[in-house]
C-alpha cells in the first residue's frame, strides 16, 4: 500500500500524519541568510546535507553560491555524485576494503572528491588504495575542542599532513575541524600553529575548513579558516533557537501530529513516535516543543506514540482529532525517519520531494 502523499494544493490539515513540513519562503530565506553572511565575510561555504538528504535542496544551496557539499557517508557521497554534484567532501574516517572499493570507484567519478582522516591507519588504508594515476584529496581532521575525532596537537597534524603528502595517491589539501561551540579562539590558534609547521616543512595548506551550524554566524571570528561547513541552519530546530542560533521564525521544518488519545486531563498522546521525533534530547528534558501550547511537554516516546504533560500548559490542549505542530530537536535525524518531505507555503502543499540519501549510512 502507498502512503497517501498529498497533492499539491492540499492544505496542511488534510495531509496524513505524522509528517515532516518544510516552509518553503523560510527554507529559502535561511539558505540566503547564510550565503549572503559568509560571503559578506570572504569565506568559502560548503552546506552539509546530512540535515535534508534531499539532492533538490543542495542544488538549491548551490545555486545561491556554495562551492560544493559537504556528505558524512560513502554512499551517502555517491547519492549526490549521481544527482550530478561535482565537488563532494566526506568529513569521516573511511576504513575497511569495501568502503574504500567504493571510494576509489566514487573518486573516478567526482571530478572534486575529498576525505579526512585523522590517524596513520586510516591514511594507509587511503594509501594502499590509491595510485598516481587518479589522486584522492585528503585533509587532516583536528580536534580544536569538539572532543569527537581528530588529531591533538598541532605538532600531530603536521606530522600526519606530511605522511599524507608523501604518499604517491594522495594529495594533501588541508586541515578540518569540528568544534566546539563557540571555540573560535581555539580554532584559530590550531590552524595558525599547523600553518606554521607545515611551512617549514614546505607543505601548502590551501584548504582550512571550519564547521558547524551553532558557530555559523561567528565564522568571521577564525580569520584562518578558508571555509564553513554547516547543516542545520537549512531546517533549523529546537536547539538552534535556544542557543540564540535563529528565532522561531527561522523554523522552517515542523512535524505535524493527530492528537490520538486524551485518557486523562493532564495528559494528551500524539502520533508522532520515535519513528517521526528523534530521541535525541540535545541538553532538553523533553523530545519537541508544541507550537503555540507553552508548557506542554512531550515527557516520553514509544514507536508510534508520543506521550504529552499538560500539567504545564495553561492554554486549552486540542482534543482528540486534532493537530498540532512540533518543532524538533535535532531535525537532521528526522530527515532519516521518513521517505519523503511534504513542501508548503502559508498552509498549502507545494510539492511532496522524496529524500534520496535516506539510509546512506556506511
Not at 15 to 27: F, S
Not at 237 to 260: F, Q
Not at 306 to 319: E, Q, S
Request: include cysteine.
Amino acid at each position: 500500500m502507498n502512503y497517501p502523499w498529498p497533492d499539491i494544493g492540499t492544505p496542511l490539515d488534510q495531509v496524513a500524519t505524522p509528517m515532516p513540513v518544510i516552509d518553503e519562503d523560510r527554507l529559502a530565506a535561511n539558505i540566503a541568510r547564510a550565503q549572503d553572511y559568509l560571503d559578506s565575510h570572504g569565506k568559502a561555504f560548503r552546506p552539509h546535507i546530512k540535515t535534508h538528504k534531499i539532492a533538490a535542496i543542495a542544488h538549491r544551496q548551490v545555486e545561491a553560491g556554495a562551492i560544493g557539499i559537504n556528505c558524512q557517508k560513502v554512499t551517502e557521497a555517491e547519492v549526490f555524485a549521481a544527482a550530478g554534484f561535482d565537488d563532494i567532501l566526506i568529513t569521516y574516517n573511511i576504513l575497511g576494503a569495501a568502503k574504500l572499493a567504493r571510494l576509489k570507484a566514487l573518486n573516478g567519478r567526482v571530478p572534486k572528491l575529498s576525505v579526512v582522516a585523522d590517524s596513520e591507519t586510516t591514511v594507509n588504508g587511503l594509501d594502499a588504495t590509491f595510485d598516481a594515476d587518479r589522486p584522492l584529496t585528503v585533509l587532516v581532521e583536528c580536534d580544536t575542542g569538539g572532543r569527537r575525532c581528530g588529531v591533538q596537537t598541532p605538532d600531530a597534524a603536521a606530522a600526519l599532513a606530511q605522511r599524507i603528502a608523501a604518499a604517491p595517491g594522495l594529495r594533501f589539501a588541508g586541515l578540518l575541524t569540528y568544534p566546539a561551540a563557540g571555540g573560535a579562539a581555539e580554532v584559530e590558534a590550531f590552524i595558525v600553529g599547523t600553518m606554521a609547521l607545515l611551512a617549514e616543512q614546505g607543505i601548502d595548506c590551501p584548504v582550512r575548513s571550519n564547521g558547524g551550524s551553532p558557530d555559523l554566524f561567528s565564522a568571521h571570528l577564525v580569520p584562518s579558516a578558508t571555509e564553513h561547513r554547516a547543516g542545520t541552519y537549512v531546517y533549523n530546530d529546537r536547539s538552534m533557537v535556544r542557543a540564540g542560533h535563529c528565532t522561531a521564525d527561522d523554523l522552517a521544518m515542523h512535524i505535524l501530529a493527530t492528537v490520538v488519545s486524551r485518557p486523562a486531563p493532564d495528559r494528551a498522546v500524539l502520533d508522532c513516535g520515535s519513528k517521526a521525533l528523534t530521541s535525541d534530547l540535545l541538553g532538553f528534558t523533553d523530545y519537541g516543543a508544541i507550537e503555540g501550547y507553552e508548557g506542554a511537554r512531550i515527557v516520553s516516546l514509544s514507536e508510534e506514540h508520543a506521550v504529552v504533560d499538560l500539567g504545564g500548559c495553561a492554554a486549552g490542549f486540542p482534543g482528540i482529532g486534532a493537530m498540532v505542530k512540533v518543532v524538533p530537536n535535532h531535525t537532521c535525524v528526522v530527515t532519516n525517519l521518513f521517505d519523503r518531505m511534504v513542501f508548503h507555503r502559508d498552509g498549502i502543499v507545494t510539492r511532496v520531494e522524496t529524500v534520496d540519501a535516506r539510509g546512506t549510512v556506511w
